[in-house]
């Protein structure tokens, strides 16, 4: 192909572009949006982030060069299966986090898509902007977390949802929306049911679907036939998302109602009020459950929070006065039934338990700022609100960006100080079969391909750890890893300064070989010298001493680097060696 080709087959494809972008510039203005989330997520965050604690333990499951990490009652396989098929062709880490970027970039699209073909217009793109541009949505784009694609999937089952109460689309419909709901419950299941609640809620309202219908390709359907047709894609889409979850509590937890039990006592779940731990959480720590400490409140993002009312009232409003009321009601009832079991059922926080509300509450949010910026042409009262709107969206963009960075960096360096504490463990000799016990002892065991049993902080008692005492009778290498302080058990074994690794001084801890039997004095019985004895016992207590004072607790210095158990939560493992520490990781 000649230039003179390529050129006239450069113009004839930027005219069927720009007449593409005039014929349905809302869709446009969606695929830039998107387009440009996937693009900020391998920038801002980067694909070399190691896996985090609860990564491990998902993407472990399906990954055949490693042991599976521990996966126990309230975790569902949902995020399993969807990096599966990479996990399988590649070990590479960075290539997930490309693949998940795309992928959760297209699922933005497809999830807001959805609602232009309920009303073509500019709130769907403007929602999809504000969700995008959030911290908690650019950092767990790439990361093999369940609860960003809850999110999407709760704003495209919505859509689906408003869609056929409207009479739009007929079975097809339905189909979208099981499938939506499923998914969700796949992700998580507990999750879907306060995502179906407001929805059946809303089926019982008579009358309120008429708003929807507009424009002369809506079919008009039966009211009543429609809302059985929602009922039953709802109560399906259920069923078949919570089948693996129930089967799997059959097979392996003796039950539903014992894994039910066993997900309640890892999760601690009860009657809680913990809006101001979300509070704490906002500005980016990932998780505030003890022994974390997420420290007070940030006034400037309390701020940003305080403004989601106000606008989520306005958009209520202007939609009202617009005839299209359901549009923004229905995502907003869903959205705070989205948030409702974490605010009241669980007694900690994590930024992104919240994400399924944001995103639905991102379109009663944009309806608000819509009306502030169309109103711009009716005076000049109206011109303030729009720039007024301008100046919040600035602010709203400053602030996630600074947060993120905030979030990105130090977990980046901790991350790449698990990599070089499991490469100097290799190089003192641990290979598998082995076990590495201990803090961060799941990441690190997962980069090289050993078991890991991690420990929160350690105990004082003394006493051998079940976990330990097992992996040596099967034969298995071990080695212990500790930021300072360490179990009384450990201060008898070898212990190796890992350079390099931080923050603070962390060491490896490697079982002493056996000595060999000391003779014994003739007819006394008892070993000749009892020196070597004493001397020993005099050189743990100096070590005991010296890793005291070198280092705070891991509890009191924030314990940097760990993570802890969220709603789905890990097993607790007691051991004699160390507090009682979810082995396989904090998630659901």
């Not at 305080?306 to 869903?334: F, I, T």
Request: glycine share 12%.
């Amino acid at each position: 192909m000649d230039a003179r080709a390529r050129t006239g087959a450069g113009a004839r494809m930027g005219a069927w572009v720009r007449a593409w972008v005039r014929a349905d510039h809302w869709r446009a203005l969606l695929v830039l949006v998107a387009a440009g989330y996937g693009i900020a997520q391998l920038v801002a965050v980067g694909p070399g982030m190691g896996l985090g604690w609860d990564e491990v333990v998902y993407v472990s499951q399906v990954d055949p060069r490693v042991t599976a990490t521990e996966f126990i009652a309230p975790r569902a396989r949902g995020i399993t299966l969807l990096v599966a098929p990479i996990v399988l062709v590649t070990s590479s880490t960075e290539a997930l986090r490309v693949c998940l970027s795309v992928l959760s970039a297209l699922a933005l699209y497809a999830s807001f898509a959805t609602w232009l073909r309920l009303r073509p217009g500019a709130a769907a793109p403007v929602a999809a902007l504000v969700f995008a541009s959030l911290w908690l949505t650019l950092f767990y784009g790439g990361e093999a977390m369940p609860n960003l694609w809850v999110a999407l999937g709760a704003v495209a089952a919505t859509g689906h949802f408003l869609r056929h109460v409207r009479g739009d689309g007929g079975r097809g419909r339905l189909a979208g929306l099981a499938l939506c709901v499923a998914g969700t419950a796949l992700m998580r299941p507990p999750d879907s049911l306060w995502l179906v609640l407001p929805l059946g809620l809303a089926l019982a309202v008579p009358g309120w679907g008429s708003a929807l219908r507009w424009g002369p390709s809506v079919r008009r359907a039966r009211p009543g036939r429609a809302r059985r047709g929602a009922a039953v894609a709802l109560v399906a889409g259920c069923a078949a998302g919570w089948a693996e979850w129930i089967a799997e509590a059959y097979v392996r937890f003796g039950g539903l109602a014992a894994r039910w039990q066993a997900a309640g006592a890892a999760n601690e779940t009860g009657l809680h009020f913990s809006l101001a731990e979300h509070a704490r959480a906002l500005n980016g720590p990932l998780l505030c459950r003890p022994p974390a400490h997420c420290g007070p409140a940030v006034t400037s993002w309390v701020l940003w929070w305080s403004a989601v009312p106000p606008l989520v009232l306005l958009g209520l409003y202007a939609a009202r006065r617009r005839g299209r009321l359901p549009e923004a009601l229905v995502p907003a009832l869903a959205g705070v039934s989205a948030a409702v079991p974490y605010v009241f059922l669980v007694g900690y926080a994590a930024p992104r338990f919240l994400l399924p509300a944001y995103a639905l509450l991102a379109f009663p949010v944009a309806h608000g700022a819509l009306a502030l910026l169309e109103g711009a042409r009716r005076g000049p009262a109206r011109r303030a609100g729009a720039c007024l709107v301008a100046a919040g969206f600035l602010a709203h963009l400053t602030l996630q960006g600074v947060t993120l960075d905030k979030v990105v960096s130090p977990r980046l360096a901790r991350r790449e100080a698990d990599v070089r504490a499991a490469r100097a463990l290799q190089e003192l000799g641990v290979r598998g079969p082995c076990l590495v016990y201990g803090q961060n002892a799941v990441t690190i065991a997962y980069r090289m391909g050993c078991t890991g049993h991690t420990v929160l902080s350690w105990r004082r008692e003394n006493g051998f750890p079940a976990a330990v005492r097992d992996a040596e009778a099967r034969g298995e290498r071990v080695a212990a890893v500790a930021r300072g302080r360490a179990a009384p058990f450990l201060l008898a074994w070898e212990r190796r300064p890992l350079e390099g690794v931080g923050p603070g001084r962390w060491y490896a801890y490697l079982p002493r070989p056996a000595p060999p039997p000391e003779p014994e004095a003739h007819g006394a019985g008892r070993p000749l010298r009892e020196e070597p004895a004493r001397a020993l016992r005099q050189g743990l207590a100096q070590d005991e001493r010296a890793a005291v004072a070198g280092e705070d607790h891991p509890a009191q210095a924030g314990a940097p680097g760990l993570s802890f158990p969220h709603p789905g939560g890990a097993a607790v493992s007691r051991s004699a060696g160390g507090r009682p520490a979810p082995s396989g990781a904090a998630g659901r």
